[in-house]
């Protein structure tokens, strides 16, 4: 499965960057049983944060983006978590954003489908899950998105 994850990667134009390293007191993910939980990962292109509210700079396409770098994220943490196998994944469980909206910004479903679509075409069936899609006024680092994650693995 892990060269199918591959392929589907490169067949979407894209690819996992390196599992980040925490930016405060944390460790990137904590495995309980069965269960990896991925602390919350910031929207980033490359190096640069992906910063702006939605409803205010950002509108859904990008806030979609920016959703989908932190879904990547969270596959490079658990790409980690499993030694370097993706093919270890048994299912996303949960997926849980946080979108740096405007008060009036209701459309926080539509910005976390970036983060929800990535998983199911990298995992298929697998890839669905249980999620939350939460309003904040502001996020660390003035980000776009913030996702954090559950996954059970073998």
Do not use: W
């Not at 983006?65 to 994220?73: H, I, K, V």
């Amino acid at each position: 499965m892990s060269d199918q994850i591959d392929a589907r990667l490169s067949a979407l134009g894209l690819s996992l960057p390196d599992a980040p390293a925490p930016a405060a007191n944390y460790v990137p993910y904590v495995q309980s049983g069965s269960l990896v939980f991925i602390s919350g990962q910031v929207a980033k292109k490359g190096d640069a944060l992906i910063c702006g509210q939605l409803g205010t700079d950002t509108d859904i396409e990008g806030g979609y983006a920016a959703a989908r770098a932190c879904g990547l994220n969270l596959v490079a943490q658990l790409k980690a978590a499993c030694g370097g196998d993706l093919g270890r994944l048994r299912r996303v469980v949960k997926l849980t954003g946080f979108v740096n909206a405007a008060p009036d910004f209701t459309d926080h479903p539509k910005v976390m489908n970036g983060a929800s679509d990535l998983m199911v075409a990298l995992f298929d069936d697998a890839g669905r899950h249980a999620r939350a899609a939460v309003g904040s006024p502001s996020l660390p680092g003035g980000v776009a998105v913030e996702v954090e994650g559950i996954f059970e693995i073998d």
